[in-house]
């Protein structure tokens, strides 16, 4: 593929092909020279319309790493800020020869709208509500670092599944790697399609946890909530807060993890989020960087050769 869009663009190999590389970078991450050249004389384009911290971080870094000339690119200073549309910004950017988009945006088909646009190769950093393939790919490779191959292990998505990228795409791929995928949330904070998405459906959270080996909080996304529609957050984490105690019934041992950023207090106990021995917070976050690498090499090496092919 020239581009990540779902994760529906991917088959078994392909996942098991960037869990390889993923582990690779991983290493090579943790060394002091941590530098490669996969992607050297390439050049990618961060676009992100929406805030972030992780995604467009560990995309900077994993792209400098390979040895992209990488640039990036906030709407909040560019000429977006002065009403030019998604389009000719796209095409504006595309006339300066990049190899490599990563584009975040509030509209769902966002990532695929530029990828059809420009023809260049494209990953998406998370589109609306709709998916964000490599968080799913950083969180599943994260669990199995820890756990082994996911097949047959029981794994819980709580929290607010409706405005959820990370859940959209987290559940195919789990379901793609033979996990047994839970959701839980409060019926006014789950998709009207959620029973159709291959997971078992849950509003109780002591009876979703039953038996998980690794449950992820989400965060509540009010940003994406009409006023009046955003539940009391005392409650919220009253009926759907991890806490330590309520993780007592899941597996021995079950493993927390939040894609970030994480509100304290609301979907996690920050004592629990700070958990050395059960919180994955922080190892997803050096995992991405990892992942993202994995991901930017593969597209990376297919854009240069079809140039190549193309000259
Ligand atoms: N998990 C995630 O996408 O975080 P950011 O919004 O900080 O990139």
């Known amino acids: 593929h020239r581009r990540l869009i ?71 200073s560019s000429s977006t800020s002065k009403g030019e549309t998604l389009l000719d910004t796209v095409k504006t950017l595309a006339a300066m020869n990049p190899d490599l988009l990563v584009v975040r945006h509030k509209a769902c088909g966002a990532a695929a709208f530029v990828s059809d646009a420009t ?16 968080q799913a790919l950083l969180d599943a490779f994260t669990l199995t670092q820890r756990l082994g191959p996911l097949g047959g292990r029981r794994v819980l998505i709580v929290g607010d599944v409706l405005h959820s990228r990370v859940a959209r795409s987290g559940v195919q791929l789990l379901n793609l790697l033979g996990a047994e995928v839970r959701l839980c949330a409060p019926p006014t904070l789950l998709p009207l399609d959620a ?23 989400l965060r509540l996304q009010q940003e ?11 409650e919220y ?7 330590a105690r309520r ?5 021995p ?11 304290r207090g609301v979907e996690i106990d920050g004592a629990l989020a700070d958990d050395e021995e059960r919180s994955l917070v922080l190892d997803q976050v050096e995992a ?8 930017l090499e593969a597209i990376g090496t297919l854009a240069r050769k079809n140039e190549e092919r193309r000259q």
């Open 224 to 234: 994406r909530m009409m006023a009046g529609y955003i539940p009391s957050l005392r």
């Open 253 to 263: 041992g079950a493993l927390v993890l939040h894609p970030g950023p994480m509100n």
């Open 6 to 76: 779902s994760i529906a663009d991917l088959n078994p190999l392909d996942v098991d092909i960037l869990f390889d590389r993923a582990e690779h970078w991983l290493e090579v991450c943790r060394t002091p020279a941590k530098k490669a050249d996969a992607l050297r004389g390439l050049t990618q384009i961060n676009l992100f319309f929406e805030p972030s911290t992780r995604t467009q971080a560990s995309f900077e870094i994993a792209g400098k790493r390979l040895g992209a000339d990488v640039v990036n690119f906030s709407a909040a």
């Open 119 to 134: 023809g260049i190769a494209v990953v998406n950093a998370g589109d609306g509500m709709n998916e964000h393939p490599t």
């Open 237 to 243: 984490f009253h009926f759907y807060g991890l806490t």
């Open 288 to 295: 991405g960087v990892a992942m993202r690498m994995a991901v």
């Open 247 to 251: 993780l007592e019934a899941a597996s």
């Open 195 to 217: 029973d159709r998405w291959g997971a078992e459906v849950f509003h109780d959270l002591d009876d979703a946890l039953d038996g998980c080996d690794a449950v992820m909080a």
